[in-house]
């Protein structure tokens, strides 16, 4: 399907054609996808539709068979036969976004404050000082202000996610990813990262987010992109997919997450 999306000026981050196998199986079959600034778009789909390994490729931990993937202007793989990446590129890619993994991924060792300092300083070159006040004015801002010098074990799960907010967004990234980013909230802390979204939107951002639940995709994204078995199905608003559903496919999906 050609997304609307896929043809969007401005995107800060664009992927076309994305085709992946694994053993001859393909798990992405051509997608199209792409996040304006200041746009909250979520990936839904359910187990196994191929979300992980899209957040993999688009965050470059993995590599396309096939598509190509750009940063803003920069241009990170190309090819219709066979993806070709660009070194260089990529590199200067991995500056412009942030990924919040789902089991967060802290140093445990180091303390919450070199948690969010130590890439800015050492991936990124930037002057000690320069950073570490705007990581703690960040972890200020996360409500970890009494916690900057313990370390992950000694914080709750939602402390944790928020140190790994702070640790991505210190890194000034032009988009964000959240990798199932509420399913481990209760209530209130989903509620506390709903707004912190839409705040990280409201400053230009552009946030991509992958989940399985319908429900928070739904109160915070501006796109929802629907994947079944590598396929989009879907890519509109929360309301038109709720409303129009296209596919037979995402009724039931939709129905049973309701
Ligand atoms: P989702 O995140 O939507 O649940 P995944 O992207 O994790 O889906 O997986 C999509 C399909 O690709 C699954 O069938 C999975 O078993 C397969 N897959 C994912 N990663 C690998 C891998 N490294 N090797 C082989 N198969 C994989
Ligand atoms: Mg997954």
């Known amino acids: 399907m050609t997304s609307a999306s896929a043809d969007r000026p401005g995107a800060a981050v664009r992927v076309s054609g994305a085709r992946k196998s694994f053993g001859g199986r393909e ?3 051509g997608v199209d996808f792409s996040i304006g600034r200041g746009e909250v778009v979520s990936l839904i789909g359910p187990s196994g539709a191929g979300k992980s390994t899209m957040l ?7 590599t396309l068979d096939q598509g190509s993937i750009s940063y803003g202007d920069l241009v990170v793989c190309s090819g219709d036969d066979g993806a070709r990446y660009d070194r260089a590129a990529m590199r200067a890619a991995r500056m412009r976004f942030g990924l919040v993994f789902q089991d967060y991924n802290l140093f ?3 303390t919450v404050l070199q948690n969010v ?3 800015p300083v050492v991936v990124q070159g930037r002057d000690r000082m320069e950073v570490e006040s705007q990581a703690r004015e960040l ?6 202000a009494e916690h900057a010098d313990k370390v992950p074990c000694q914080l709750s799960g939602g402390q944790q996610q928020r140190v ?3 640790r991505a967004l210190c890194m000034n990234p032009d988009v964000m990813y959240f990798d199932e980013a509420t399913s481990a909230l209760d209530p209130r802390l989903t509620k506390d990262m709903h707004d912190l979204i839409r ?4 400053k230009g951002m552009a946030v991509g987010i992958v989940t399985h639940e319908m429900g928070f995709a739904q109160t915070v994204s501006d796109r ?3 994947l079944f078995d590598g396929q989009i199905v879907e890519d509109g608003s929360p309301e038109q997919l709720l409303e129009h559903p296209r596919d037979e496919r995402s009724r039931i999906f939709l129905s049973l997450s309701a």
Request: glycine share 4%; net charge negative.
């Open 27 to 29: 798990v992405l079959g």
């Open 56 to 62: 993999r490729c688009l965050t470059l931990l993995d």
């Open 108 to 110: 445990p060792h180091r």
């Open 117 to 119: 300092m130590d890439a």
């Open 139 to 144: 972890i200020a801002t996360l409500d970890l």
């Open 164 to 166: 790994a907010i702070a």
């Open 199 to 202: 705040q990280l939107a409201d």
């Open 224 to 226: 929802v992109c629907l």
